[in-house]
């Protein structure tokens, strides 16, 4: 499993964007798909986004469809979160989270928390009105 820790968060006007950064360990990084989560005060934690290994499969959570971007740069051990357009129903705290294992998310299929193994302290996102 790889290691991971997220930065880029921080307070914008609605409307605004943010890039989320996640930095992670290992030399097999390429190996895992890697996601983003987010989770906001009294809710559940919530699916935004999810990128497999080799870049070419991606997912995103319905909420942040056509707003957020995903990207993963493997030289780097780095995975992206782009957001715009962002809206006070944003705002949450943002996760990085790297997958239990090597096999690849499933095209069609919906991630979930309990694919990810390996979970960074999150990054405090905030929209204002």
């Known amino acids: 499993q790889v290691q991971v820790a997220e930065s880029g968060g921080g307070l914008v006007q609605t409307g605004g964007s943010l890039r989320l950064s996640c930095a992670a360990s290992g030399r097999t990084f390429s190996m895992y798909a890697m996601g983003w989560f987010r989770q906001a005060p009294g809710k559940e934690r919530e699916f935004v986004a999810a990128i497999n290994g080799n870049g070419r499969n991606i997912f995103y959570g319905d909420s942040v469809k056509g707003r957020f971007t995903i990207s993963r740069d493997n030289a780097k051990n780095m995975v992206y979160l782009q957001m715009n357009s962002l809206e006070p129903e944003d705002t949450a705290r943002y996760y990085c989270?790297?997958?239990?294992?090597?096999?690849?998310?499933?095209?069609?299929?919906?991630?979930?928390?309990?694919?990810?193994?390996?979970w960074g302290q999150g990054t405090q996102v905030t929209v204002s009105s």
């Open positions: 989270a790297g997958k239990s294992s090597t096999t690849q998310l499933r095209v069609g299929v919906l991630p979930s928390e309990t694919d990810f193994g390996s």
